[in-house]
């Protein structure tokens, strides 16, 4: 599977941003996604996943009640809604696929990577 991200961007704190993640094929469905961040200077961390279906999703808790993971598996898309953005958010924001029904929170475990987009929170 092939990802692409997009809709990063700059914007000020308390505001919101709505990353996608595109996937190629037509299994899309079969894939337990993620969302991983990476601030200036740190290494990427788990921020959001969701299982094959939808039902289930996982965040960290950094992002808990500020951040809304969603799929359609219908458009081969998987959403991060961010809100509440503060400047700790800043970071690049990578998609991420594994084949199956887990939705594991280490980046060691997904093998397939979209190339990131960058969100850049202000004060």
């Known amino acids: 599977v092939q990802l692409q991200a997009s809709g990063g961007g700059l914007v000020q704190a308390g505001g919101s941003l709505r990353l996608s993640c595109a996937a190629s094929?037509?299994?899309?469905?079969?894939?337990?996604m993620g969302w991983f961040r990476q601030p200036p200077g740190k290494e990427r961390e788990f921020v959001a996943g969701?299982?094959?279906?939808?039902?289930?999703?996982y965040y960290a808790d950094s992002v808990k009640g500020r951040f809304t993971i969603s799929r359609d598996n219908a458009k081969n898309t998987v959403y991060l809604q961010m809100n509440s953005l503060n400047v700790e958010d800043t970071a690049v924001y990578y998609c991420a696929a594994r084949w199956g029904t887990e939705v594991p929170n280490m980046r060691e475990r997904y093998p397939y990577w979209g190339q990131g987009t960058l969100v850049t929170v202000s004060s």
């Open positions: 094929g037509r299994t899309f469905s079969g894939y337990g």
């Open positions: 969701i299982n094959w279906s939808g039902r289930n999703t």
